[in-house]
């Protein structure tokens, strides 16, 4: 049972453009959700979160939105620069003592074309 | 430098040999997990540990054993490995579980194939 999904395996944008991608997650007692990066042969690296308390955090070039009606969270990376190629995983978490655990989404893999 | 450290990176062995793999980080973080990385299938954890002495299951525990005797390392051992754990594996630290606290810091992987 995938309980963070996402949707899109690969995307491909031109530089320059908006990369926009997307992650659902069925369990509503989710409230905080991360967004990592990839590198191939390197471990994943944080690149920006949101609690379930906001709908939107902004950090440079990357922007998280959450929509907690539609379980929907995105992570728009604007401008898109090559150097964002990479697999970028969405992970959700329930803040319950004692039974922290993160989940992970499938992966997309973000090709920035120049 | 914070890292975390994983050793061996790369590893061939051979169904039911036991094995190894250590994890050590030097950021004095609480929380430290296992997590292995399958096509499709994206990250899933195996066992994380919430501080010294105190481990618990992730989604996918069998086959595995972990240890935290000390804060800085968490080896993950497979005592009798099969086909079916080849896969890419990540060790991971954070500061805390908890919130915004659970920024993972992960190491750059192990790839184990079992023939």
């Known amino acids: 049972d995938q309980q963070v999904k996402q949707n899109s395996p690969s995307l491909s944008v031109q530089e320059g453009r908006i990369s926009i991608l997307n992650c659902d997650y069925t369990?509503?007692?989710?409230?905080?959700f991360l967004w990592y990066k990839k590198y191939p042969a390197e471990g994943p690296t944080f690149l920006i979160s949101?609690?379930?308390?906001?709908d939107k955090n902004e950090d440079g070039r990357f922007t998280v939105f959450l929509n907690k009606s539609a379980k929907h969270l995105s992570l728009h990376i604007v401008p898109s620069q090559p150097g964002d190629s990479a697999v970028y995983f969405c992970a959700a978490l329930i803040s319950n003592f004692g039974n922290e655990k993160l989940t992970f989404g499938t992966g997309t893999r973000l090709t920035i074309i120049p | 430098e914070a890292q975390v450290t994983q050793n061996p990176r790369y590893l061939i062995t051979v169904t039911g040999k036991k094995l190894t793999v250590t994890c050590s980080q030097n950021m004095n973080h609480e929380y430290m997990s296992w997590y292995r990385q399958d096509p499709g299938l994206g990250l899933r954890q195996i066992y994380y540990s919430m501080n010294v002495e105190v481990t618990d299951k992730g989604d996918v525990p069998e086959g595995y054993k972990v240890s935290r005797k000390e804060k800085r390392n968490f080896p993950l051992i497979l005592e009798s490995p099969s086909p079916n754990q080849t896969s890419l594996y990540f060790c991971?630290?954070?500061?805390?579980?908890?919130?915004?606290?659970?920024?993972?810091?992960f190491g750059a992987g192990t790839r184990l194939s079992v023939l």
């Open positions: 369990n509503s007692m989710f409230d905080y």
């Open positions: 949101i609690s379930s308390i906001k």
């Open positions: 991971a630290s954070s500061r805390s579980a908890a919130g915004a606290k659970n920024i993972q810091y």
